[in-house]
């Protein structure tokens, strides 16, 4: 069973990554579309607003399936709902491994949030020096031990 600490970092990782990707939606430019470029309306081509991606988005991380990101229709938004449902699922299963799926940059920071996990797990701040970003091992023990 998890302590109380570690569902409050889990859960406020996640209220990051949600208002982060609603500031994302947010600042994404409005294309317009021209009535000559209007397609007919079917499901397909129903417009999703932010609030339903936003809903799809929570429903994965909280999930960690990544697979219902594959409903978002914008790929890059698309693609950032599938990394962080799969760092999500790492995270939660305290298993490097599933970081595997993801690109480099994106697997060592996912890889990072499992080794956080692990030493907050363990109470063992000596398990920070394993972080790949070594930037992080001195937040990643204060964690641990607080001043």
Known sequence: MMSKKISYIILGIVIILVIGF???LQTQPKKPVT???KPPVTEE???QTPENIDQIVR????TQNASLCEKIKDE???KWCKKNAIIAEASLKRDA?????LAEAEKLECQDNVIITQALDAKDPSLCQKLNDKTR???CQEY????
Request: proline share 11%; charged share 20%; net charge negative.
């Open 35 to 37: 009535p000559i470029e």
């Open 22 to 24: 609603i500031f994302y």
């Open 76 to 78: 890059e938004t698309q």
């Open 59 to 62: 429903e994965a991380i909280d």
């Open 137 to 139: 091992i001195g937040q």
């Open 144 to 147: 641990i031990i607080p001043k």
């Open 97 to 101: 491994e599933i970081c595997n799926q």
């Open 45 to 47: 081509f129903v417009p």
